[in-house]
């Protein structure tokens, strides 16, 4: 039966021990009454899906040839894994590569296995075919495209390296040194010879914020002010106005109260989307004071603190309402809210059918403007549903008689930021000169730059082009850098309805467009004109067109990332198409060399696969290009890249260990890496922010601000890991 585990199981660490309990809890369930498993539901049980390392793995549990494993056999098979000494777990790894390469050739055709279903045990060495097969194979584990070439490149350089007699082939002892040049292996492998069999790894737990700590409350000090400033004045409006009205009765009270508190929070809510003023601000002092990167958040605040005081104001009047109906014999309560009636407020007595429309209105806004509307492909209902604010305004105009006392400043400038932006965009359409199509349907566009533009590294604009949509607006980053004279870049992900569109209008063999307009000027006198031209195709563009397409567009908008040239030590993290406010920071910086003087810069760019790599490549390996002729010495310039994959399998992995050790030999080798085509070596997996946060503060380079654009959940354990350390966190929306 599936009882006792044999002595060896009392000394297994708690680790080990639940994880054991995972092992035997998959196989009981699938394995029948015979307790014996085949091959399919070896990969099914232990979800070890790969066809290739499952029949290794499954040949050598095999222990006596039957095309099944018992329980005994799997349970001694992983008793040697936990248990086994070094030379153990090393000769299971080299077993595990040890397959006769004339057979394989054979049997296997990249990815489809043919008649026989067990491999054989090998020939106790490794010959070149057999290395080149099992890279191969670890190369669709790590989701590593690489041409046939390349293949070969990396098989010969982890040969060269390990057949230490040039005999022609890979003895054990000759594995086994080799693996001893690279130690974080040695360790690992150490450690845990069993990991690939691990269940599979919840998903890890942002580190929040620890509220109480002194760096917490010292890098959020602006928005806690604001947020007590916010609830001590609502308070004392609230306060007030329930004074005023107390002899009236309790619930006429509160809701005169709430509704002294809405004519504030209905104005408040235009102030913070009055963002021409707010990049203004950002240049003036009071940026160090006012939380002006959470403006965002604070709008989405107000628009609860709205709906919460709306609802708390209708129903106390209604209560108010009942409470005078039953003592003097007022009409029905649906008369009341549906009949205009004059003395009950508004205009022409209207309050009880103006306050219902705003209160319909602002649970439409709130609940279209919830995520999963917005990040589920349907922003143009958010969008269209947001529009309705005039509305509400003028209903809060014809609904509360002092209202207009309070939306008067904000309600101009709100209208004059308007004006302006028509008259900007309307002065003179621009033109989309060219197109590029790149990798996982990413739209570059390439438009002409307005003579008089001007904008700061990481700023964004909204965009509207006519032929894809009449009248939406959507906020896009600037990708290029500000001395960039002639053009602005837009890297567009498809991710909605309206980015989908745009990709798929361009995509089209062939669409109306007038005559192209080729761009022959050069980009800007501070740099040679190779630098200034970088990006025209960043990266491996699958489409490339020159056009002429209308486009309009509205800003710039300042953002966080504005404060990088006013840092010491600034950390870039961009995960996907989040490099794009740091694609144009990082060119604009090379603009500036240097003048740029002491800053201090570590980029890292996290990619789920290869092919995203490839929207910036070229950008990339210029700003290489371009640090290594300022730093001939090859010492640590200004700049220090960091790629990080995560679709890779770590060399904690014993499916991708050779791989990624014929990785490092060959960049060492050819000095760039074999994914990227950089200097700087990729690094499969997600980062270790506990590593790469203590290393940047081991440097002591300066006071150490992180800028981070990509999605909430990273940010949430970026922020925390920031507070650990104490270094300021700015987010950008995404």
């Known amino acids: ?54 029949e290794r793995f499954f040949a050598l549990f095999d222990s006596d040839g039957s095309g099944t494993i018992s329980l005994e056999e799997l349970l001694e098979a992983l008793s040697l894994l936990v248990h086994g000494n070094e030379t153990d777990k090393l000769r299971f790894l080299f077993q595990v590569y040890d397959v006769d390469g004339k057979v394989m050739k054979n049997r296997l055709i990249w990815g489809f296995f043919l008649e026989q279903r067990k491999p054989p045990a090998g020939s106790g060495s490794i010959d070149p075919e057999e290395l080149r097969v099992v890279l191969g194979w670890c190369l669709r584990e790590s989701s590593i495209a690489l041409p046939e070439e390349r293949l070969g490149d990396l098989t010969s350089a982890l040969f060269e ?49 620890r509220y109480l ?21 609502n308070i004392l409006l609230f306060a007030l106005a329930a004074l005023r009205h107390a002899g009236h009765g309790g619930w006429l009270a509160v809701a005169r109260g709430c509704g002294q508190c809405l004519n504030f929070n209905c104005s408040f809510l235009a102030v913070l989307m009055l963002r021409r003023c707010l990049t203004w601000l950002r240049a003036t002092p009071l940026a160090e004071v006012l939380p002006l990167d959470q403006h965002v958040v604070f709008h989405q605040l107000v628009g609860y603190v709205v709906l919460a005081l709306a609802a708390l104001h209708t129903g106390a009047h209604v209560a108010n309402f009942s409470r005078l109906a039953q003592q003097d014999g007022r009409p029905a309560l649906t008369e009341y809210l549906l009949s205009a009636r004059p003395g009950v407020g508004g205009l022409g007595g209207t309050a009880s059918q103006t306050g219902l429309a705003l209160q319909g209105l602002l649970v439409a806004m709130l609940a279209f403007s919830s995520p999963c509307v917005r990040r589920s492909g349907h922003f143009e209902v958010f969008y269209w549903t947001h529009r309705s604010y005039i509305s509400v305004w003028t209903l809060l105009i014809l609904h509360g008689p002092h209202f207009w006392k309070w939306f008067a400043v904000p309600g101009c400038l709100f209208v004059l930021e308007k004006v302006v932006g028509l008259a900007w965009r309307r002065a003179g359409g621009l033109r989309i000169v060219e197109v590029n199509l790149l990798p996982s349907k990413v739209t570059h566009l390439v438009i002409e730059r307005p003579q008089f533009f001007h904008y700061k590294p990481g700023d ?15 906020p896009f980053t600037i990708s290029s850098a500000p001395e960039q004279q002639e053009t602005l870049w837009l890297h567009i992900r498809s991710l909605g309805q309206w980015t989908t569109k745009l990709y798929e209008y361009f ?19 501070k740099r040679p004109q190779r630098w200034a031209q970088v990006g025209v195709s960043t990266g491996l563009s699958e489409t490339h067109r020159l056009c002429n397409i209308e486009c309009y567009i509205d800003g710039p908008y300042g953002t966080p990332t504005r404060r990088i040239f006013t840092s010491e030590h600034a950390v870039l993290i961009g995960a996907g198409i989040g490099i794009t406010p740091f694609a144009s920071i990082l060119q604009s910086i090379m603009y500036r060399l240097p003048a740029s003087g002491s800053l201090q810069v570590d980029f890292i760019w996290i990619n789920r696969d290869q092919k995203h790599f490839e929207w910036f490549v070229s950008l990339l390996t210029k700003l290489e290009m371009e640090q290594a002729e300022q730093e001939p010495g090859g010492e640590r310039g200004f700049l220090e890249m960091h790629m990080y994959m995560t679709s890779a399998l770590g060399k904690s992995d014993m499916k991708a260990i050779g791989l990624q050790m014929a ?57 925390g890991h920031c507070e650990h350390f104490g270094f300021r966190f700015f987010k950008e929306n995404f």
């Open 1 to 54: 039966g599936l009882g006792a585990t044999g002595s060896w199981g009392t000394v297994l660490g708690a680790e080990d021990t639940e994880w054991l309990r995972w092992v035997r809890k998959q196989f009981g369930s699938i394995a029948g009454e015979d307790k014996e498993i085949d091959l399919e539901e070896f990969k099914t049980a232990l979800q070890v899906k790969e066809s290739f390392f499952a």
């Open 161 to 209: 390296a390990a057949d230490k007699d040039h005999s022609g082939s890979i003895t054990f002892e000759e594995l086994r040194e080799e693996l001893e040049a690279f130690p974080e292996v040695m360790e690992n492998l150490t450690i845990s010879a069993a990991s690939w069999l691990k269940p599979p790894v919840p998903r890890e737990r942002s580190c929040r914020p």
């Open 213 to 233: 700590t002194r760096s917490y409350w010292h890098n959020h000090r602006s928005k806690l002010a604001f947020l007590g400033g916010y609830a001590a004045l």
């Open 460 to 474: 964004y604009v909204y965009l509207n082009i006519p032929a894809i949509a009449t009248y939406e607006w959507h």
């Open 507 to 525: 995509q089209q063999p062939q669409w109306p467009s007038p005559e192209s307009k080729p761009l022959n000027r050069s980009l800007g006198e």
């Open 663 to 719: 990785l490092d030999l060959l960049a060492a080798k050819e000095q760039r890496d074999s994914i990227t085509g950089l200097r700087t070596r990729t690094q499969p997996g997600r980062p270790d922010w506990s590593k790469v946060f203590g290393k940047v503060a081991e440097e002591k380079k300066g006071k150490v601000q992180v800028f981070f654009c990509g999605s909430p959940a990273l940010a949430k354990v970026i922020r």
